[in-house]
């Protein structure tokens, strides 16, 4: 099997979940170089994949302005960095791999797909869902007509109250001016597996949501801007930081509010990072709840709900048909199928994907497919190259105009804006 070499941009926690691949695959994909303003995660990317001096960089400008050093490039910066670093690396030769979303402007999306056709290059954005066993096998039963013609979908992605707190409150993407709109951050996978499932194009749509419960009118009586600052609800506050970053060994929370996970670094880091701060008095705006109802040209409804308060972090939906039903549990890897008269209720369990297989076996069959595609030079392609993804972006963005303006709507004369 040709390997495949890469370089990375944006060695944060995405990128080193896609570059570990090539740890566990050794002979598919080789990294070669690392590109991130932040040392410490360069140095480990350097010490993990064995890349010498030449391959490290600081500014992803430096790695692109040298001959091609690889054969994809995989990006994995912050949302609004990702439109300058894909637009020049399809320009100079790359193929690559760009994280979910694909810009926060809708018409970034659409030159990046552009930018892709025009030089040939393959595009693949980072819509990791589509690759999981749970929804391949739940794609597999519609199209096989499991229950007959699907009417209707129902799908919850259950945030989860502390995921919430971590990530959107206090962390990366709080703020829809420094990121991107919650709806298209975090949920764009999931708009992009109801447009997989139901097979056509939507059409039109309305969203409502509010930041409701993360503000600083919520707040318990006399709680101070950090957690450390003497908090009087601190024995019962769900949020309260030290819980969650304070533990007694590292984990992937603890590692997004220090790169060192000594207890001392991830204490100061608490004192003057923002994962110390009160969640009542953060910068963030993005919402905390959203329900997005949909029609697509072939008749589907669907209801989607993102919500911040539920104890676990999962996707749930139900899938109805006119010969019947099927229920789905993402993280059970649990998928249960009701047949209209039959008085039976088939289970399949799907088991477990693997340690190494984030976002339930979806980022490492991803990173398997985007190599396979590029081994062919583009000859084939893979299920979620730009020219899809640009629609369930439209379809993000679309939402959030509609929970805005508080109006239904239609995705062709959106489009056209």
């Known amino acids: 099997m040709e390997q495949v070499t890469i370089a990375l941009i944006g060695a944060g926690g995405r990128g080193t979940v896609y570059t570990n691949y090539a740890l566990v695959n050794g002979g598919e994909a080789k990294v070669v170089a690392v590109a991130d303003p932040n040392p410490a995660r360069v140095d480990k990317?350097?010490?993990?994949?064995?890349?010498g001096d030449d391959g490290c960089f600081t500014d992803w400008r430096d790695l692109l302005s040298r001959p091609k050093l690889a054969d994809a490039v995989l990006i994995c910066t912050m949302d609004k960095m990702h439109f300058e670093p894909a637009m020049l690396?399809?320009?100079?030769?790359?193929?690559?791999?760009?994280?979910?979303?694909m810009s926060p402007d809708l018409r970034e999306c659409i030159l990046l797909e552009r930018q892709a056709q025009k030089y040939g290059r393959i595009l693949t954005i980072c819509h990791v869902l589509r690759y999981t066993p749970f929804f391949q096998t739940l794609k597999q039963l519609l199209d096989e007509g499991a229950i007959g013609r699907l009417m209707t979908i129902q799908h919850n992605e259950n945030v989860g109250y502390w995921h919430q707190a971590h990530s959107f409150v206090r962390g990366n993407w709080r703020n829809s001016q420094e990121s991107s709109?919650?709806?298209?951050?975090?949920?764009?996978h999931d708009l992009d597996i109801l447009l997989w499932l139901a097979g056509d194009d939507c059409v039109s749509l309305s969203s409502f949501g509010t930041l409701s419960h993360f503000r600083p009118d919520q707040a318990p009586p006399g709680a101070p801007k950090r957690c450390l600052d003497g908090c009087p609800v601190a024995d019962t506050c769900p949020y309260y930081a030290p819980k969650w970053y304070l533990t007694p060994e590292p984990n992937w929370m603890t590692t997004a509010a220090s790169d060192d996970p000594s207890y001392e670094r991830r204490y100061k880091a608490l004192q003057e990072g923002p994962y110390g701060r009160c969640v009542y008095h953060c910068d963030n705006d993005v919402v905390d709840h959203q329900v997005v109802n949909l029609e697509f040209a072939n008749e589907v409804t669907a209801m989607f709900t993102m919500t911040a308060f539920t104890e676990q972090s999962n996707r749930t939906l139900k899938?109805?048909?006119?010969?019947?039903?099927?229920?789905?549990?993402?993280?059970?890897?649990?998928?249960?199928?009701?047949?209209?008269?039959?008085?039976?209720r088939d289970i399949i369990q799907l088991g477990d994907p693997g340690g190494h297989a984030g976002h339930g076996g979806g980022d490492h069959a991803l990173m398997k497919d985007f190599l396979r595609i590029v081994r062919t030079g583009g000859q084939s392609?893979?299920?979620?190259?730009?020219?899809?993804?640009?629609?369930?972006?439209?379809?993000?963005?679309?939402?959030?105009?509609?929970?805005l303006e508080k109006r239904v709507i239609h995705l062709k004369e959106f489009a056209q804006l």
């Open 181 to 188: 709109p919650m709806i298209l951050q975090k949920s764009c």
């Open 89 to 101: 690396a399809l320009e100079k030769g790359y193929h690559v791999l760009l994280e979910k979303p």
């Open 381 to 403: 392609e893979g299920l979620t190259s730009a020219s899809k993804s640009v629609q369930s972006h439209l379809m993000a963005f679309a939402a959030e105009r509609s929970r």
């Open 319 to 344: 899938l109805m048909g006119t010969a019947g039903e099927i229920r789905g549990h993402m993280e059970k890897n649990e998928i249960e199928i009701i047949r209209f008269g039959s008085g039976r």
């Open 45 to 51: 990317i350097k010490s993990l994949h064995g890349l």
